[in-house]
């Protein structure tokens, strides 16, 4: 688990810094580090609590920026596995499921895009949040707004 931290913190700040081919290198070698959960076997026990939450934050922020990194170096597909695999372990995290909508529609990648907003706004609607972003439905009407 040491190995998978050093790796996520350097990888998050290289691309934090804009420093890309590292950042990539990094957060890939953080990803393929990360193998789970900590103690999963043991969910009672109590003392591993902090650190599952430091190892569960540091790969969801590893995937996010890897995304970003993959994106940049106009690698959609990788950018696109990346913020799937992160949304599968936090569907609500709108951010990230906007910017793979946006990128999905600028990549001409419609029905793909169409798919992953529908899931957006089913999660925001569980919370109440109205869903927000460049699109403000699916199928919005010439004004704008969901009918």
Known sequence: M???LQLAYAGTAAARD???DEARVLLSAAD???TGEVLADEPDFDEAG???AEARRAHLAVMRALGGVHVAAGDLDSAACAWSRLLAD???DGDVALRLV????????????ARQRRRYEVRMREFGIPACGPYQ???PSSDGLRR
Do not use: C, K, M, V
């Not at 946006?102 to 895009?113: F, I």
């Open 90 to 92: 936090d569907p609500y």
């Open 50 to 52: 902090p650190l599952r």
């Open 32 to 34: 393929t580090a990360y």
């Open 102 to 113: 946006t990128e999905l529609t600028a990549a001409g990648r419609h029905g793909e895009a």
């Open 2 to 4: 040491d190995a998978f």
């Open 18 to 20: 804009g420093r890309r």
């Open 137 to 139: 439905s699916i199928h």
